[in-house]
């Protein structure tokens, strides 16, 4: 559950603000009514930020790889060319 917390109350509380992080997830930091920051903790830190598979290589490991596909282009005019 995400909480929302006045920057000053984080302040203050600082050590339930990272125990909130860890067990319940990322913590809201507001200043003045404005969402400006968020506390996560290191494990949903490293997850979100984890090292994922470039596309290229997403796309030479398709089941699709070996298909041959027709990319020519049609050269026939998109409509009617308009002349006053």
Known sequence: ???SWQLQEAK???S???DEAMKTGPQIIT?????VAIVLSVEE???????REKLSDFFRQSP????ELDLERDKSPARDVFTP
Do not use: C, F, P
């Open 1 to 3: 559950m995400i909480s």
């Open 64 to 67: 699709l790889v070996d298909l």
């Open 45 to 51: 830190y490293r997850h979100l930020t984890a090292s």
């Open 31 to 35: 200043r003045r009514g404005v969402e």
């Open 12 to 14: 203050n509380k600082l």
């Open 16 to 18: 339930q603000l990272v």
